[in-house]
């Protein structure tokens, strides 16, 4: 069974390769071919998946070792696989619902003549993706780490004759390298400390490392959480990674690839346990995450950047209950899960909105598309209440269990996050209803454009409403499944550990709580956007909704400070490099021999002046056998 | 006596040389394949060379010693470490590529007198045959003024491959163009013969001390490491010290290190993408190695003396190259800084004085060689297929050359060290090792790492994506030859950058060696963890 594992990352390894190096002769099958060994991986997932379930919850990790990959002294990295209950979480949803986006991806590329191309990308996306859950040590996570966001960069500048998208694309990366140094050194000091970067033997002993290591390292795995799942304040490049094509929206940008810090945090709960101001850090950043991406999706009229708000605040719950230590690792994950299937389902569903209208994203310019695309209207209906917490569906059970274990970290700190995730709750019911409202309900609002084409919104093909009905029962069922009898909680606990907190509210409490703020939300929406008519172009709006439509300053922050700065520094130094540095020097040789006027006068590019410097170059070495001959 | 092997695979570019610059000026395709058969067949003595090298066996191998100027005791001594014989493949290895790249490099512009007597293109591949043959010496001379000699010598032939083969794509003209060709010819040679200098008064006082200590004056670093091990062979520090300067004066002019540098941009800039490869993937190499071998080897004491110093100088050039590579408008010059900023990696990781330090070091050489090369060259088709080296004059290239660009960006990723390519692990590895003795310096290194990822991105940014701009719209595709040249060297990137293990295991006994030189052990973990 463990020689499986490899095999989960070859096949699409595989696929990619032959699909990017294929040429043109595979353009026929190649969709075909790179969507049979996205599901070729996720059967390998299933087979190991129902092993490990015949086996008891502690022995049910499996580990895989290839080759010795760096050995150099002390430092010994290996190719080896750790398969346990949280990285075989991540491998069936990664396998899973990249299979469906593959699916999907057929009918969505399908006008586009580079198809074969994306999915080479496609399939080394999900190879990278799987490698970073089941690596068996930091520095091998460290491949698929930016394995995913050369896959993401990739993708996001797919169409690299848009400069939006080439622009785009260059950021995410840039941001992600400033997190990838975090990672780095938490590697670094992980080598320091422990001797090595294994996650046994570094887990195991955290606890014998002094509180200040454990709290360097947290922190560092917090930058590169940070960078990876667009959390404050590095979370500027997951708007306009939206220039992609929406499948990867869908798949890296919401459902995968974004959660890899929810997965790095987790993993190192261990450290993290004995580093309670890491913790302290991990918190605040998910709770302002929370809330931040909360208010900009407020904001938004383009309905994938409204949806990317969404994610960076989903994604910031998860981070805060990563946070609270083992009370919350359990439920971090869950909500990842159920994030996973109603996240992907929203934006396959704003793909599909987009594939009738023309490729249109303004929300102000579609209304009333329920009765012209029923089941995108149906399957994103049932992502939008999982995401609200909708009683019974996928996200009301996730998110209530993280509201929970918010209170239940105890004392100030527990009402702070409490407050913090059941006001994001209705921020969230305000901003879902406002893009449902916006597109599904309401007065047809879309116009010709220039050239007189009317879009003409139509269902989409079967090939991408599968994919939407199946992600839209996991939006509906997955919560119910994994709470039913605890089932997940008891599936995951072997790996993370977990803990009841001692929250000062009852559960009956926390949930009518969120059932109340869920209402507040949704009905001061439906006043904004339902009872009145949506206007076609958008209102000045107040200073808040402005700063928010502008991602609340930060990329004017980044832009100022960062950007130009930058460009000042660097074109000084490239004047000083010329003017001061080389003057020097030469400055330095002309005192010393009066290079400089002999230099200038070489400059010449006569042929003669040449020879005598060959000359000198001669009698440099003969002067130097003489020299040796007076010695 | 055995087969001299490693005076073979020196000698045999040389005749190469000889022979490719006889070929008659009518006969330049003979010329070309004759540069190319022997660049190919030094390659096969390099791997039954790598193949011979038993790792972990002697220090010095396949050592050859014969007395030459018995008078100052000049002996002609080679011999090869796990560093040099794997610096030796990497040249081998290069030079086919550089001369198959630069294959129309040298053709007359018009062809009006097919009988004269210059015959550029039989010159350029010859002097590129010669200055592997001087290479391939430097890394495998034990002796130090047979080192010394042919490090100097090395310049003449780069000299004229600068000052006269520059790529027809200045903006100012062709006028212009020649000017600026000399001007950085001129400057490499001065800057060089100036370092050279200054180690030959440290090579003239090695044999000064030598005598005074020995007895007799010798050159040779296996009698002095010999004598040092049996404590008939120590320095005062002061000595020890000046001569230490003199030597790594030369090499930090070579590397090229902060602010020793700015001859290397001028240098890569004007000459043609071949040639730019020669010098910072192959040519410069010698002067990191040299650090590794003769400062560390003969100057312990002085080099840790010193390190402090360089190792700042170091993570200068890391930075300061890296911004600079960001600030360029011209492609060539862009790479020209990028590299500077690897040298400084480089150095950083040999003056960490840790196993993973001086191993990374080590890979680093190597992995560079290929990384830039590949970059490099690929550069140069996109260059010559346009007539301009300007960023600005490129765009949406992508769209019209997707193979090109492909190749582009795998050259590009790997000069910003992706995990997967070769390069991420040799620097990761400098970075492991400086951080375990200099915690503070690791870290403001690490910030090279994302700059890396802005000067490439923003190269690949604005010369391969966006619309395409115009005299870029007929731009044909990689022909077979040029793909032949980048995808070996893509192959190998991926392969190393995978399995390095072959390469670790020849180099980590070397850099034990060294380090044991210079009574330095890697500082512990905290806590012992159990693997």
Redesign the interface.
């Known amino acids: 069974m463990e020689n499986l594992i490899g095999l989960l990352v070859a096949v699409p390894l595989l696929g990619a390769a032959i699909l990017?190096t294929g040429g043109r002769r595979l353009d026929r099958i190649g969709h075909w071919l790179g969507t049979i060994l996205a599901a070729v991986s996720f059967g390998i997932g299933a087979v190991l998946f129902f092993d490990m379930l015949g086996k008891s919850g502690e022995d049910r990790a499996m580990y895989s070792h290839l080759?010795?990959?760096?050995?150099?002294?002390?430092?010994?990295a290996d190719?080896g696989f750790q398969l346990d209950q949280l990285s075989m979480t991540f491998v069936l949803l990664i396998s899973g619902v990249g299979t469906l986006i593959h699916i999907y991806s057929i009918g969505y590329m399908e006008h586009d003549e580079r198809r074969r191309r994306f999915f080479g990308y496609l399939n080394l996306f999900v190879a990278a993706m799987l490698l970073l859950v089941i690596a068996d040590n930091y520095?091998l996570l460290?491949?698929g780490?930016?394995?995913v966001g050369?896959a993401s960069?990739l993708l996001i500048?797919f169409w690299?004759?848009k400069?939006s998208?080439?622009?785009a694309a260059?950021k995410a990366?840039?941001v992600n390298?400033?997190g990838?140094?975090g990672l780095?050194?938490a590697?670094?000091l992980m080598?320091?400390?422990?001797?090595?970067f294994?996650f046994q033997?570094?887990l195991?002993?955290a606890g014998?490392?002094?509180e200040g290591?454990l709290t360097a390292i947290g922190l560092m795995l917090l930058l590169a959480a940070c960078g990876k799942s667009a959390q404050v304040p590095l979370q500027s490049w997951l708007g306009d990674a939206m220039e992609g094509p929406t499948p990867v929206s869908a798949l890296i940008h919401a459902a995968t690839m974004v959660t890899a810090g929810v997965y790095l945090i987790t993993r190192s709960g261990a450290i993290f346990n004995g580093a309670p101001d890491a913790q302290v850090a991990v918190v605040t950043v998910g709770a302002v995450t929370l809330l931040f991406g909360a208010i900009v999706g407020c904001a938004k009229d383009d309905i994938k950047k409204a949806l990317a708000g969404s994610t960076m605040s989903q994604i910031g719950y998860m981070i805060m209950a990563a946070g609270l230590g083992p009370i919350g690792y359990v439920f971090a994950i869950m909500h990842l899960v159920t994030h996973g299937f109603f996240k992907a389902g929203l934006f396959l569903g704003a793909g599909s909105v987009m594939h009738g209208m023309n490729d249109e994203v303004d929300m102000r310019k579609y209304g009333g598309l329920r009765t012209y695309m029923p089941v995108t209207f149906i399957t994103f209906g049932l992502g939008y209440l999982a995401i609200i917490g909708f009683p019974g569906l996928s996200g009301f059970f996730s998110k209530d269990k993280i509201i929970e274990a918010a209170f239940a970290k105890g004392g100030t700190e527990g009402w702070i996050l409490g407050g913090a995730a059941l006001l994001g709750a209705a921020i969230t019911a305000f901003y879902m209803t406002r893009v449902m409202l916006m597109t599904f309900f309401g007065e047809k609002r879309w116009e010709a454009d220039a050239e007189g084409h009317e879009p003409h919104p139509h269902e989409s093909p079967k090939s991408m409403t599968i994919p939407m009905i199946v992600l839209a029962f996991g939006s509906v069922f997955a919560g119910g499944l994994f709470s039913l009898n605890s089932s997940f909680l008891k599936w995951l606990e072997p790996v993370t550990g977990h803990e009841e907190g001692h929250s000062p509210l009852s559960a009956t409490t926390v949930t009518a709580g969120t059932m109340v703020v869920l209402v507040i939300g949704v009905a001061l929406a439906w006043l904004m956007y339902g009872r009145r008519a949506v206007p076609a172009v958008a209102p000045r709006g107040s200073l808040l909704t402005r700063a928010a439509r502008r991602d609340l300053l930060q990329d004017d922050f980044n832009h100022v400070v960062l950007v130009r700065g930058?460009e000042h520094?660097?074109?000084s130094?490239?004047y000083l490099?010329?003017s001061l540095?080389?003057g020097?020097?030469n400055g330095t040789?002309a005192g010393v021999g009066g290079?400089s006027g002999r230099?200038r006068k070489?400059?010449?590019?006569y042929v003669r002046?040449?020879a005598v410097?060959?000359l000198?170059?001669t009698a440099?070495?003969i002067a130097?056998t003489l020299?040796?001959?007076a010695? | 006596m055995s087969f001299p092997l490693l005076t073979v695979t020196a000698a045999l570019p040389a005749v190469g040389a000889i022979a490719t610059a006889a070929v008659p000026a009518a006969k330049r395709t003979v010329a070309k394949w004759s540069a190319l058969g022997f660049s190919v067949a030094t390659f096969v003595l390099a791997v039954i060379v790598l193949v011979r090298f038993e790792p972990g066996g002697e220090r010095y191998q396949l050592t050859e010693s014969h007395a030459w100027?018995k008078?100052?005791g000049?002996r002609y001594e080679l011999g090869v470490d796990g560093i040099g014989v794997s610096l030796v493949a990497l040249t081998a290895l290069l030079i086919p590529f550089i001369i198959a790249a630069g294959w129309h490099d040298a053709d007359p512009l018009e062809d009006k007198n097919p009988n004269r007597r210059w015959r550029p293109t039989q010159g350029f591949f010859a002097l590129i045959l010669a200055v592997e043959a001087m290479v391939v010496v430097s890394f495998e001379a034990t002796d130090v003024f047979l080192f010394y000699?042919f490090f100097?010598?090395m310049?003449?032939p780069m000299?004229?491959l600068i000052?006269g083969f520059g790529d027809q794509a200045h903006e100012h003209g062709d006028d212009e163009a020649?000017?600026q060709?000399?001007?950085a010819?001129?400057?490499f040679?001065?800057?060089n013969?100036?370092g050279?200098?200054v180690m030959?008064a440290a090579v003239?006082g090695l044999?000064?001390a030598s005598?005074d200590q020995l007895g007799h004056?010798t050159f040779s670093l296996q009698e002095i490491l010999q004598a040092r091990a049996a404590g008939k062979f120590d320095l005062a520090s002061s000595t020890e010290r000046w001569l230490f300067l003199g030597f790594f004066f030369a090499f930090a002019v070579k590397a090229p290190l902060?602010?020793?540098?700015?001859w290397l941009p001028n240098a890569m800039g004007e000459s043609t993408a071949p040639v730019a490869v020669l010098i910072t993937a192959v040519v410069d190499k010698v002067g990191t190695f040299a650090m590794l071998r003769y400062c560390l080897q003969l100057f312990p004491e002085a080099s840790k003396w010193a390190t402090p110093v360089i190792l700042v100088l170091a993570v200068i050039s890391i930075i300061?190259g890296a911004?600079?590579a960001?600030?360029?408008r011209d492609i060539k010059r862009l790479i020209a800084y990028a590299s500077i900023s690897h040298f400084g990696f480089i150095i950083m990781g040999i003056f960490a004085m840790?196993?993973?330090g001086q191993?990374?070091a080590a890979l680093y050489m190597v992995n560079h060689g290929i990384s830039t090369a590949a970059l490099l060259l690929v550069a140069g088709f996109l260059i010559s297929r346009r007539g301009s080296r300007l960023i600005a004059d490129f765009g949406?290239v992508?769209?019209v050359a997707p193979v090109l660009a492909?190749t582009f960006l795998i050259g590009g990723?790997a000069t910003l060290s992706?995990?997967?390519l070769a390069p991420?692990?040799s620097e990761?590895?400098v970075?492991?090792g400086t951080?375990?003795r200099y915690?503070a310096l690791?870290?403001i290194a690490?910030?090279g790492?994302?700059l890396a990822?802005?000067y490439v991105?923003?190269l690949y940014?604005r010369t391969?994506?966006?619309?395409?701009k115009a005299g870029v719209e007929g731009m044909k595709d990689l022909k077979v030859r040029e793909i032949a040249v980048v995808a070996p060297l893509i192959a190998l990137l991926l392969f190393l950058g995978?399995?390095?293990?072959p390469l670790?295991?020849i180099v980590?006994p070397a850099v034990g060696q060294t380090l044991s030189d210079v009574h330095k052990t890697?500082?512990?973990?905290?806590?012992?963890?159990?693997?």
């Open positions: 990017l080759f010795s990959w760096v050995p150099v002294g002390g430092f010994q190719i520095f460290y491949v780490w930016e394995g050369l960069y500048g690299q004759n400069p998208a080439a622009t260059k990366f840039l390298r400033v990838d140094v780095s050194i590697i670094m080598f320091t400390t422990f001797g090595t294994s033997p570094v195991a002993h014998d490392a002094s290591k930058g520094l660097t074109r130094l490239v490099d010329h540095v080389d020097a020097v040789a290079l230099m070489l400059q010449n590019g002046s040449y410097s060959m000198g170059g440099v070495l130097a020299l040796m001959r010695v | 100027i008078d100052f000049v000699i100097e010598a310049l003449i000299y004229f000052g020649a000017k060709r000399s001007y010819a001129v400057k040679l001065l800057y013969l100036v050279g200098l030959l003239i044999y000064a005598a004056g902060w602010p020793l540098h700015t300061y911004l600079l960001v600030g360029q840790t196993t993973q191993s990374g949406g992508q769209k492909g990723l992706l995990p997967g991420f692990v990761f590895l970075l492991v951080f375990s915690p690791g870290i690490t910030v790492i994302v990822a802005l991105l923003v940014q391969m994506t966006g619309p395409v995978v399995y390095p293990k670790t295991d980590n890697d500082p512990k973990p905290a806590l012992e963890a159990t693997k």
